[in-house]
């Protein structure tokens, strides 16, 4: 019995280490080309929906599930002001991002929306936040149609000088 316990804490002592590697930053760079999953200090929340790493970015899909709230969830970022630029696409259809500061990724009571939801359009979407405390970045994709997709790529969050 005391070997079960002892593994199963070893187990649990694992997870809380692969997080506690994760340390906030000031600037994030990424390009999502070498990603085949979701990178662990990341975190996805697809509803009943898909959200997932493939073919060299990040994609949001409905399925069969319109009016999902989906959010990819950054690592967490210093208090700052920073500029965020990336590259957002999608296949037809009505489709939004919403910009969101979280304090905990797995309570979305801490997901406080720091920006309006914005038409996707295809083009560089470019948006200067203040975080006022560590937090992470939330960015909430709203896909109203079946089988539709919103495409993002080339995320690029620096400290405003």
Known sequence: ??????????????????NAQCKPVAALVENFDAWKDINKCWTAQPGKAMLYASDKKIIFYSMSNPGENMYLVTPEIKAGTYTLSLDLSDNGGE?????????????????VSITKPSKITGEKKTFTISLKKDSHLGLKVLLNGVHQAVYLDNLSLQAKK
């Open 1 to 18: 019995m005391k070997k079960i316990v002892f593994a199963g804490m070893a187990v649990i002592g694992g997870f809380l280490t692969a």
């Open 95 to 111: 489709t939004t991002l919403e910009l969101f500061s979280v304090s905990s990724p797995a309570d979305p009571k801490t997901y």
